[in-house]
């Protein structure tokens, strides 16, 4: 498509609950980022990948966050034993090599 | 770890009225974005400029790399670009995807 998909819009999650988030790149864009914005203005890179492979997961919190990107699937953000501080918009982005990066609308997440 | 410094944080202006909103980052960078977030959430890639100076419509956006600064202009605003405006950059590493790491936005308010 030409525009990045993430489902869903909304999640809302009890602490400790998984939380799974999807992310469709544009067709044809072999990069995927997984970005988290905290309160309004703050954002966060978590991690990226190059087709199915991880590039860069320096952001991740890697005990409780893992992401997938396989072949014709969807791309996934999945936290396990969400905690409040996990209440965030996570935002998925793609792009080309050395272009500019598409995001996709967001998905908000909410830990009660 | 680059800081990535924007001024100012919050902006109202007369429609109309120039508007400049800059940006300084600490280290060498391979490029440098400019992101426009709607109220409702939406990103929109405005700007991804290396060297220069770009123009789309009444926005331009010029980068001075030994400076290590940016600046967006939009001439003759118009309400309808309040928004939250950021700067964001892609780190000098050689690869395809690198997770951008943001400055804090400025909210610009755009008065009829």
């Known amino acids: 498509g030409e525009e990045v998909a993430q489902t869903p819009k909304h999640l809302v999650r009890g602490e400790g609950q998984k939380a799974k988030l999807y992310c469709a790149p544009i067709k044809g864009h072999s990069y995927v980022f997984w970005y988290q914005q905290v309160l309004k203005n703050e954002f966060k890179f978590l991690i990226s990948f190059q087709n199915e492979n991880v590039f860069d997961e320096t952001g991740m919190p890697k005990e409780r966050f893992s992401a997938k990107c396989l072949p014709n699937s969807p791309c996934s953000l999945e936290i396990q034993a969400t905690k409040l501080e996990d209440s965030a918009v996570y935002f998925c982005?793609?792009?080309?090599?050395?272009?500019?990066?598409?995001f996709g609308p967001g998905t908000r997440l909410t830990v009660t | 770890k680059n800081e990535v410094e924007q001024s100012p944080q919050n902006l109202t202006a007369q429609e109309e009225e120039f508007i400049t909103i800059n940006c300084s980052y600490s280290?060498?960078?391979?490029?440098l974005h400019w992101l426009q977030q709607h109220p409702g959430g939406g990103i929109v890639s405005l700007f991804m400029?290396?060297?220069g100076k770009k123009k789309h419509g009444r926005l331009i956006a010029t980068i001075n790399i030994q400076e290590k600064h940016s600046s967006l202009h939009i001439t003759a605003s118009h309400p309808r670009d309040s928004a939250v405006y950021i700067c964001a950059v892609t780190p000098y590493s050689g690869g395809g995807a690198d997770g951008l790491t943001f400055g804090k936005g400025t909210h610009l308010i755009i008065q009829p």
């Open positions: 982005a793609s792009s080309r090599q050395y272009y500019e990066q598409y």
């Open positions: 400029l290396s060297s």
């Open positions: 280290v060498g960078i391979s490029a």
